[in-house]
Protein backbone atom coordinates (compact mmCIF):
# COMPACT_ATOMS: atom_id res chain seq x y z
CA UNK A 1 0.00 0.00 0.00
CA UNK A 2 1.28 3.11 -0.39
CA UNK A 3 2.30 5.45 1.95
CA UNK A 4 2.88 9.20 2.34
CA UNK A 5 6.21 10.66 2.16
CA UNK A 6 7.73 10.64 5.71
CA UNK A 7 7.67 13.89 8.21
CA UNK A 8 11.40 14.90 7.20
CA UNK A 9 10.28 15.38 3.78
CA UNK A 10 7.68 17.61 4.36
CA UNK A 11 9.87 19.64 6.49
CA UNK A 12 12.40 19.88 3.53
CA UNK A 13 9.34 21.25 1.71
CA UNK A 14 8.25 23.31 3.97
CA UNK A 15 12.25 25.07 4.52
CA UNK A 16 12.32 24.88 0.87
CA UNK A 17 8.66 26.96 0.25
CA UNK A 18 10.57 29.71 2.88
CA UNK A 19 13.06 30.41 0.60
CA UNK A 20 11.51 29.94 -2.68
CA UNK A 21 8.73 32.57 -2.01
CA UNK A 22 10.79 34.79 -0.75
CA UNK A 23 12.28 35.69 -4.11
CA UNK A 24 11.33 38.69 -6.14
CA UNK A 25 12.42 37.63 -9.80
CA UNK A 26 12.96 34.18 -12.00
CA UNK A 27 16.45 34.47 -11.03
CA UNK A 28 16.05 34.54 -7.19
CA UNK A 29 13.90 31.81 -7.35
CA UNK A 30 16.41 29.63 -8.87
CA UNK A 31 19.73 30.62 -7.01
CA UNK A 32 16.98 30.01 -4.33
CA UNK A 33 16.78 26.36 -5.17
CA UNK A 34 20.71 26.12 -5.18
CA UNK A 35 21.19 28.12 -1.86
CA UNK A 36 18.39 25.70 -0.12
CA UNK A 37 20.48 22.35 -1.98
CA UNK A 38 23.71 23.31 0.15
CA UNK A 39 21.56 23.83 3.11
CA UNK A 40 19.31 20.93 3.34
CA UNK A 41 20.95 18.25 1.82
CA UNK A 42 24.10 15.95 3.64
CA UNK A 43 27.20 16.14 1.67
CA UNK A 44 26.11 19.18 -0.26
CA UNK A 45 28.67 22.12 -0.71
CA UNK A 46 27.49 23.83 -4.19
CA UNK A 47 24.51 23.35 -6.06
CA UNK A 48 23.45 24.59 -9.72
CA UNK A 49 20.34 24.52 -11.80
CA UNK A 50 20.30 24.11 -15.66
CA UNK A 51 17.50 24.54 -17.77
CA UNK A 52 17.00 23.88 -21.66
CA UNK A 53 13.78 25.72 -23.77
CA UNK A 54 12.98 24.03 -26.91
CA UNK A 55 15.24 25.08 -29.32
CA UNK A 56 17.40 26.66 -26.94
CA UNK A 57 20.87 25.19 -25.47
CA UNK A 58 21.50 23.93 -21.78
CA UNK A 59 22.44 27.02 -19.83
CA UNK A 60 22.47 27.73 -15.95
CA UNK A 61 20.09 29.54 -14.23
CA UNK A 62 21.00 29.56 -10.75
CA UNK A 63 23.79 28.65 -8.57
CA UNK A 64 24.98 28.95 -4.93
CA UNK A 65 28.29 29.92 -5.47
CA UNK A 66 30.90 30.80 -8.34
CA UNK A 67 32.43 27.14 -7.73
CA UNK A 68 29.12 25.63 -9.29
CA UNK A 69 28.80 28.04 -12.09
CA UNK A 70 32.23 27.03 -13.01
CA UNK A 71 31.44 23.11 -13.02
CA UNK A 72 29.09 23.73 -15.42
CA UNK A 73 30.87 25.41 -17.24
CA UNK A 74 33.64 22.70 -17.89
CA UNK A 75 30.79 20.07 -18.58
CA UNK A 76 29.02 22.85 -21.12
CA UNK A 77 32.09 22.78 -22.47
CA UNK A 78 32.47 19.40 -22.55
CA UNK A 79 28.98 18.24 -23.73
CA UNK A 80 29.04 15.85 -20.88
CA UNK A 81 28.99 15.30 -17.32
CA UNK A 82 26.41 13.90 -14.81
CA UNK A 83 24.93 17.15 -15.06
CA UNK A 84 24.32 17.81 -18.56
CA UNK A 85 23.35 13.64 -19.22
CA UNK A 86 20.77 14.14 -16.65
CA UNK A 87 19.13 16.54 -19.19
CA UNK A 88 20.38 14.89 -22.40
CA UNK A 89 19.78 11.07 -21.92
CA UNK A 90 16.66 9.42 -21.60
CA UNK A 91 17.94 7.14 -19.01
CA UNK A 92 18.35 7.22 -15.83
CA UNK A 93 16.90 10.31 -14.62
CA UNK A 94 19.66 10.97 -12.21
CA UNK A 95 23.78 10.36 -12.70
CA UNK A 96 25.86 10.45 -9.38
CA UNK A 97 29.29 10.41 -9.02
CA UNK A 98 30.03 10.91 -5.12
CA UNK A 99 34.00 10.31 -5.54
CA UNK A 100 35.96 11.77 -8.64
CA UNK A 101 39.07 11.09 -7.51
CA UNK A 102 38.47 7.21 -8.39
CA UNK A 103 37.14 6.34 -12.55
CA UNK A 104 34.05 8.30 -13.86
CA UNK A 105 32.64 7.69 -17.33
CA UNK A 106 33.76 11.38 -17.95
CA UNK A 107 37.98 10.86 -17.43
CA UNK A 108 38.51 14.28 -19.17
CA UNK A 109 36.37 16.29 -17.74
CA UNK A 110 37.07 14.51 -14.24
CA UNK A 111 40.86 15.76 -14.75
CA UNK A 112 39.74 19.27 -15.61
CA UNK A 113 37.36 19.67 -12.50
CA UNK A 114 39.86 18.25 -10.18
CA UNK A 115 42.57 20.17 -11.56
CA UNK A 116 40.71 24.01 -11.40
CA UNK A 117 37.94 22.96 -8.86
CA UNK A 118 37.70 21.56 -5.18
CA UNK A 119 34.24 19.57 -6.04
CA UNK A 120 34.90 15.90 -5.47
CA UNK A 121 31.62 14.63 -6.22
CA UNK A 122 29.04 15.75 -7.72
CA UNK A 123 25.14 14.18 -9.18
CA UNK A 124 23.08 15.89 -11.54
CA UNK A 125 19.13 15.03 -11.06
CA UNK A 126 16.52 15.88 -14.06
CA UNK A 127 13.65 17.67 -14.01
CA UNK A 128 11.08 17.05 -15.63
CA UNK A 129 7.93 19.05 -16.90
CA UNK A 130 4.71 17.48 -18.67
CA UNK A 131 7.06 14.54 -19.75
CA UNK A 132 10.01 16.99 -20.94
CA UNK A 133 13.37 16.91 -19.86
CA UNK A 134 14.33 20.95 -18.92
CA UNK A 135 16.87 20.89 -17.15
CA UNK A 136 18.65 19.13 -13.84
CA UNK A 137 19.91 20.41 -10.27
CA UNK A 138 23.09 19.40 -9.97
CA UNK A 139 24.75 19.12 -6.43
CA UNK A 140 28.61 19.23 -5.65
CA UNK A 141 30.96 17.99 -2.92
CA UNK A 142 34.46 19.24 -1.81
CA UNK A 143 34.92 15.87 0.16
CA UNK A 144 35.04 12.29 -2.08
CA UNK A 145 32.28 9.86 -0.73
CA UNK A 146 30.34 12.67 0.90
CA UNK A 147 27.58 12.32 -0.91
CA UNK A 148 25.34 9.12 0.04
CA UNK A 149 21.89 7.72 -1.01
CA UNK A 150 20.62 9.57 1.97
CA UNK A 151 21.73 12.54 0.14
CA UNK A 152 20.03 11.14 -2.84
CA UNK A 153 16.47 10.81 -1.02
CA UNK A 154 16.99 14.25 0.20
CA UNK A 155 17.45 16.03 -3.17
CA UNK A 156 14.67 14.05 -5.10
CA UNK A 157 12.24 16.08 -2.97
CA UNK A 158 13.96 19.43 -3.88
CA UNK A 159 13.83 18.26 -7.44
CA UNK A 160 10.37 17.85 -7.35
CA UNK A 161 9.48 21.08 -5.24
CA UNK A 162 11.74 22.90 -8.01
CA UNK A 163 9.68 21.95 -10.63
CA UNK A 164 6.54 22.87 -9.16
CA UNK A 165 8.08 26.24 -8.77
CA UNK A 166 9.55 26.78 -12.24
CA UNK A 167 5.68 25.57 -13.87
CA UNK A 168 4.39 28.32 -11.42
CA UNK A 169 6.81 30.99 -12.50
CA UNK A 170 6.53 29.87 -16.06
CA UNK A 171 2.87 30.38 -16.04
CA UNK A 172 3.39 33.68 -15.62
CA UNK A 173 3.18 34.52 -11.75
CA UNK A 174 5.26 36.60 -10.10
CA UNK A 175 7.63 36.32 -7.14
CA UNK A 176 5.36 38.54 -5.13
CA UNK A 177 2.50 36.65 -5.77
CA UNK A 178 3.54 33.25 -5.25
CA UNK A 179 4.96 34.99 -1.93
CA UNK A 180 1.07 35.59 -1.21
CA UNK A 181 -0.40 32.82 1.14
CA UNK A 182 2.65 30.81 2.11
CA UNK A 183 0.58 28.13 4.33
CA UNK A 184 -1.79 27.18 1.63
CA UNK A 185 2.00 27.48 -0.62
CA UNK A 186 3.41 24.68 1.91
CA UNK A 187 -0.25 22.93 0.91
CA UNK A 188 0.83 22.83 -2.52
CA UNK A 189 3.74 21.02 -1.58
CA UNK A 190 2.10 18.06 0.75
CA UNK A 191 -0.35 17.62 -1.65
CA UNK A 192 2.05 17.24 -4.52
CA UNK A 193 4.52 14.65 -2.31
CA UNK A 194 1.44 12.75 -1.18
CA UNK A 195 -0.20 12.15 -5.06
CA UNK A 196 3.48 11.32 -5.92
CA UNK A 197 3.16 8.27 -3.56
CA UNK A 198 -0.24 7.54 -3.93
CA UNK A 199 -0.31 7.38 -7.61
CA UNK A 200 3.49 6.52 -8.72
CA UNK A 201 3.79 9.59 -10.84
CA UNK A 202 6.15 12.33 -11.39
CA UNK A 203 5.96 16.29 -9.39
CA UNK A 204 4.88 17.58 -12.58
CA UNK A 205 2.12 15.18 -13.08
CA UNK A 206 1.30 15.26 -9.34
CA UNK A 207 1.20 19.18 -10.58
CA UNK A 208 -1.16 19.05 -13.15
CA UNK A 209 -3.37 17.04 -11.32
CA UNK A 210 -3.82 19.36 -8.62
CA UNK A 211 -4.36 22.05 -11.53
CA UNK A 212 -7.04 20.01 -13.66
CA UNK A 213 -9.14 20.23 -10.84
CA UNK A 214 -8.72 23.70 -9.85
CA UNK A 215 -10.42 24.49 -13.16
CA UNK A 216 -12.79 22.07 -13.65
CA UNK A 217 -14.03 23.04 -10.11
CA UNK A 218 -13.25 26.68 -10.10
CA UNK A 219 -10.90 27.35 -6.99
CA UNK A 220 -7.75 27.87 -6.40
CA UNK A 221 -4.31 25.39 -6.57
CA UNK A 222 -3.89 26.08 -3.22
CA UNK A 223 -8.00 25.13 -1.67
CA UNK A 224 -7.53 22.11 -3.79
CA UNK A 225 -4.09 20.93 -2.53
CA UNK A 226 -5.53 21.36 1.35
CA UNK A 227 -8.49 18.93 0.46
CA UNK A 228 -6.50 16.63 -1.04
CA UNK A 229 -4.14 17.12 2.12
CA UNK A 230 -7.52 16.48 4.45
CA UNK A 231 -8.88 14.11 2.90
CA UNK A 232 -5.49 11.92 3.39
CA UNK A 233 -5.05 12.76 7.44
CA UNK A 234 -8.88 11.45 7.42
CA UNK A 235 -7.94 8.40 5.56
CA UNK A 236 -4.67 7.70 7.62
Request: glycine letters at 6%.
Amino acid sequence: MPTSPPPEMLASFRALAEVVYSGESYDSVCDAVCTAAVDLVDGCDHASLMLRRKGRDIRTVGASDDVARQVDELELQAGEGPCVDAVVEAEPDQHFAPDLTSSTKWPTLTRQILVETPVRGMAGFRINQADERIGALDIFSDSPGALTEESLQQISMLVAFAAVALTALQRGEEANTLRHGLESNREIGKAVGLLMALHDIDDARAFDMLAKVSQEMNIKVAEVAAQVVRHHAKDS
